[in-house]
């Protein structure tokens, strides 16, 4: 499995479903209720998250076929082929839905590429009010708008 060609194929996915976020940033969206945790934020959903899922889904579906892979997503019922192929992408495509109905910073697109086993490979996080594009390659480092990240204040609260 080529990790360096799908994390590309995700950021474009990312990118992508940014854009979708961004041409709606400042609009009114409709707010419609799914099945979900007990929190109001786990229930929310708009159309700007399932235009999101589609278009992400454009990008990393034709790799489900190529590479054998199986997906899980927040808008979509999960269809347990996760647990069926080695490697699955876990993706949420508007992370932070209620902070973007409130007009507030907080949200963003979330691709992962993790193994059966929980081990994440590939991580994707695309800030669309920033424009700040986060990703890592298990092994080579994290990235910041394309530029090794380093975090510089560590502590001892996260590991």
């Known amino acids: 499995m080529n990790l360096l060609q799908l994390n590309k194929i995700a950021i474009k996915a990312a990118l992508a479903a940014g854009k979708v976020i961004q041409q709606h940033m400042n609009d009114e969206v409709k707010v419609e209720k799914k099945k979900g945790g007990a929190s109001y934020a786990s229930q929310v959903v708009t159309a700007v998250d399932i235009a999101c899922e589609q278009v992400i889904f454009s990008h990393l579906l034709p790799t489900c076929d190529e590479f054998d892979l ?85 502590n001892d609260h996260l590991t």
């Open 70 to 154: 199986a997906f899980l997503s927040e808008e979509t019922e999960d269809n347990g082929s996760r647990f069926k192929e080695d490697f699955f992408w876990c993706i949420d495509p508007m992370d932070g839905t209620l902070a973007f109905i409130n007009g507030q910073p907080g949200f963003s697109v979330s691709i992962a590429l993790v193994a059966k086993d929980g081990t994440p490979y590939i991580g994707v996080v695309f800030d669309p009010s920033t424009d700040t594009l986060y990703h890592a390659i298990k092994g080579n480092g994290a990235f910041k708008n394309g530029s090794p990240w380093e975090i510089k204040n560590t």
